[in-house]
């Protein structure tokens, strides 16, 4: 029983102690509650603090920046397309007193920043047309002659996707200056058609790429058809000039052949009158002795042999 009491001694001590000190990490804000109320100024500067045991408690908030991500939300624009719209922001507790008192913890702070930034949102798409949403800058004009057949340049924009963010951005900072966060950034997270809008910029995207290959198809077909005329002309003047080369090899060849025909047809009537001129011969030499006596006409196959024999 004696060491009991320093005992429990002990262990109030130290109980007593350990409710008097806390610490603060880099990341972290406190405040201290006395009786469920505030007291002092929201602690910042990291390290080991004291407060009153068991009366004073901590509360802990975050020095760091945290995340808001908002759900995609159908919206009207000012050229009435609806459009899905999916943002996110990124935002801080600047005075952790004023959090507490206006907000009480992140959960809070999240539905009220579903309220402040959608509403923000929704005005600001209400407030331009799908091409200012979409666009954050302008394209250099492509010259019209330069221009496939059939499209447009893009109209200019005003103002541009960037100047909305600083518009939602703006407009929701002056909203949240009394409740203790400061908003650092929103963005758009993704932006699309809704689903008829959307079937219907396919169709249109699919109309204008089919016309844009039924173009090409044409001029491929034409380039074809350029291409098998000249082949057909080509072939053609080949041809000709090989009938006209061939024609002109048979020409000359045909007269080789016939001044041949004509030498040989010289030489074989030469020598049938030579052959005929000899049996002719022979027959007066055993028809006629030395005692007879031969009359020839001028016209005789004889007499014309003699003549002819005597030029030679």
């Known amino acids: 029983m004696k060491y009991l009491l320093p005992l429990i001694l002990?262990?109030?001590?130290?109980?007593?102690?350990?409710?008097?000190?806390?610490?603060?990490?880099?990341?972290?804000?406190?405040?201290?509650?006395?009786?469920?109320?505030?007291?002092?100024?929201?602690?910042?500067?990291?390290?080991?603090?004291?407060?009153?045991?068991?009366?004073?408690?901590?509360?802990?908030?975050?020095?760091?920046?945290?995340?808001?991500?908002?759900?995609?939300?159908?919206?009207?624009?000012?050229?009435?397309?609806?459009?899905?719209?999916?943002?996110?922001?990124?935002?801080?507790?600047?005075?952790?007193?004023?959090?507490?008192?206006?907000?009480?913890?992140?959960?809070?702070?999240?539905?009220?920043?579903?309220?402040?930034?959608?509403?923000?949102?929704?005005?600001?798409?209400?407030?331009?047309?799908?091409?200012?949403?979409?666009?954050?800058?302008?394209?250099?004009?492509?010259?019209?002659?330069?221009?496939?057949?059939?499209?447009?340049?893009?109209?200019?924009?005003?103002?541009?996707?960037?100047?909305?963010?600083?518009?939602?951005?703006?407009?929701?900072?002056?909203?949240?200056?009394?409740?203790g966060i400061e908003i650092l950034d929103i963005q758009f997270k993704r932006i699309n058609y809704v689903d008829e809008v959307q079937r219907k910029v396919y169709e249109r995207m699919i109309a204008e790429r089919q016309r844009i290959a039924d173009r090409f198809r044409s001029e491929g077909e034409g380039e074809a058809s350029r291409i098998r005329g000249e082949k057909d002309r080509e072939l053609l003047r080949i041809q000709s000039g090989a009938y006209r080369t061939a024609q002109g090899i048979k020409g000359k060849a045909d007269a080789e052949a016939i001044a041949i025909y004509a030498e040989a047809y010289d030489r074989s009537a030469q020598s049938r009158s030579f052959f005929e001129f000899l049996k002719s011969m022979e027959a007066y030499e055993l028809a006629i002795d030395k005692e007879s006596s031969l009359i020839l006409s001028t016209k005789g196959d004889f007499y014309r042999f003699l003549k002819s024999s005597e030029g030679k």
């Not at 350990?18 to 910042?44: L, M, W």
């Not at 992140?106 to 509403?119: F, H, M, S, V």
């Not at 924009?157 to 002056?174: C, D, M, V, W």
């Open 10 to 179: 002990g262990i109030i001590v130290l109980s007593v102690l350990g409710n008097s000190f806390y610490v603060v990490r880099e990341y972290e804000q406190v405040i201290i509650t006395q009786f469920g109320k505030p007291v002092g100024d929201p602690v910042a500067t990291p390290g080991l603090k004291m407060k009153i045991p068991f009366i004073q408690k901590t509360l802990r908030f975050e020095k760091r920046f945290l995340e808001w991500d908002g759900k995609p939300n159908q919206l009207p624009t000012k050229d009435k397309r609806f459009i899905w719209v999916n943002t996110y922001a990124r935002w801080k507790i600047s005075d952790p007193l004023l959090f507490l008192q206006r907000l009480r913890d992140e959960r809070g702070a999240q539905t009220r920043l579903d309220d402040i930034l959608d509403g923000e949102t929704r005005n600001a798409i209400a407030n331009y047309n799908v091409m200012e949403i979409v666009r954050s800058t302008n394209r250099d004009p492509i010259p019209d002659d330069l221009l496939p057949e059939g499209d447009v340049n893009l109209e200019e924009i005003q103002n541009g996707r960037g100047q909305i963010h600083k518009e939602i951005l703006r407009t929701a900072q002056s909203r949240t200056l009394d409740l």
